[in-house]
């Protein structure tokens, strides 16, 4: 049999979808005609139907080089290097078939997903919308916009904007400290709401920064569009990299912030806000909020243990299962009902004018019961001194419909009895960055 029938019948098996037979008649081909392109180009498309990736990649990298005018040849060798796990190499040649051809969505496609995979969500973020420009019917590509979009910017945002009573609580305050003439720094642009009260409340100027690059951008456009582009400077920095001169033309005379997590700590408020003292803050910088602190309460009831503690079910014991989850968890209390065992304590405060912890603080307080019954958990909210006479805190008693914090519940091994008039002791301990509470014994 010639060559040129030889090829045919590998066309042949490949049309027919019997990959492994055409791999094996391109083979005899490729070795009589090693030079040719689109027999090592056949020879790839055939290996990777088989998953044969390693191969195919090789068969589309020869292809590549004895023609470099193939069309997708750098899509298809992504994909190979993506099938293999070599994701960095994966996304260059994405990004290569994505110049070549900036109007196909499956390279952006593909592309977004290395970039994800990597830990580059912004760069995967744009080419996601990209392409959910280029195809609005790709359900594929909404779908990992959407996951991107989870990913950097949380669900939380919203409802945090939507919180009535924190944002009446900032406005008091900021009304209360700001003066006119005062420069404000503030840590956490987010949507700018902040920074735009505080320029309203009479700031000179409100220097705002912001970590994260899409973030800084929104609330550049949204503080133009509300008329305060002058008086209000979004930088897309971290804190810690501001300086005297560069971003700010002197120490500020006022810190506003709102880096404060569902437990108080997991946004690096207490970092961030001694180095902004002692670098980029006037002596007698005000600040808002001035205190914070983390309070709780024992907690039971039925609806509780069902979300966060197994036993029987169907007639089955499956109680070991709950030692595979975690001790801590957040929730909505609205949608879950509990009974409050004790009285509110409060584990830790933090005074941002005062003293700042520097290290792992640990206490064990003997905790009151109020009220008789099963203790699933401690509930945890967070409590704010914004300025004299301006308080705030998540209670999950709260009827407040929006908000950007979560109720904690910290939980034991088991749910156990407690009697009205005994006590409980609860372990406290925070890294300065995480807080966690546990049962002793």
């Known amino acids: ?66 023609d470099p005018t193939t069309r997708g040849a750098d899509f298809s060798i992504g994909l190979c290097l993506q099938a293999l796990g070599r994701m960095e190499e994966a996304a260059a040649a994405f990004t290569r078939a994505a110049q070549v051809e900036p109007d196909d969505p ?22 996601s919308r990209a392409v959910t420009e280029l195809a609005p019917d790709f359900d594929e590509g909404w779908l990992q916009l959407d996951k991107l979009r989870a990913t950097l910017l949380p669900h939380w945002h919203l409802p945090m904007m939507n919180d009535a009573p924190r944002n009446a609580a900032y ?15 503030e840590i956490g642009t987010g949507s700018g709401l902040l920074a735009m009260m505080a320029a309203r409340a009479g700031a000179r100027h409100v220097v705002t920064c912001e970590g994260d690059p899409m973030i800084a951008e929104t609330a550049r456009r949204i503080i133009a569009a509300n008329g305060y582009a002058d008086r209000v400077t979004v930088l897309n920095k971290f804190s810690t990299d501001l300086d005297i001169g560069p971003d700010l033309p002197e120490r500020a005379d006022v810190l506003l912030s709102e880096i404060l997590s569902s437990d108080l700590l997991s946004e690096r408020v207490i970092p961030a806000v001694a180095d902004a003292r002692a670098r980029l803050l006037k002596p007698d910088a005000r600040l808002i909020p001035e205190q914070a602190g983390v309070r709780a309460a024992l907690a039971g009831g039925e609806h509780l243990e069902k979300n966060f503690f197994v036993g029987e079910v169907c007639g089955f014991d499956l109680s070991p299962f709950t030692a595979l989850s975690p001790r801590m968890g957040r929730f909505d209390w609205k949608n879950v009902a509990f009974d409050v065992l004790s009285p509110t304590f409060e584990p830790f405060r933090v005074d941002f004018t005062g003293s700042l912890p520097t290290g792992p603080e640990r206490t064990t307080l003997t905790v009151p019961v109020t009220r008789t019954g099963r203790c699933a958990g401690a509930l945890q909210w967070i409590w704010l001194k914004l300025a004299d006479g301006v308080e705030f805190e998540n209670r999950p008693d709260d009827p407040n419909p929006a908000s950007g914090w979560q109720v904690g519940v910290y939980l034991p091994d088991a749910p156990f009895e407690v009697q009205e008039g005994a006590t409980v002791e609860v372990r406290a301990f925070h890294d300065l960055h995480n807080v966690r509470l546990g049962f002793r014994g």
């Open 1 to 66: 049999m010639n060559i040129e029938q030889t090829f045919k019948n590998a066309a042949a098996l490949q049309e027919a979808g019997r990959w492994a037979e055409a791999e094996a008649q391109y083979l005899l081909v490729a070795k009589q005609l090693p030079n040719a392109a689109a027999v090592h180009w056949n020879l790839a498309v055939v290996r990777k139907q088989q998953g044969k990736w390693a191969p195919a990649l090789e068969s589309y990298r020869k292809a590549a080089k004895l």
């Open 106 to 127: 499956v390279a952006r496609y593909n592309l977004s997903a290395a970039l994800r995979e990597l830990g580059r969500g912004r760069e995967a973020l744009a080419h």
């Open 171 to 185: 406005q008091a305050a900021i009304e209360a400290v700001v003066k006119p003439g005062d420069l404000v720094l």
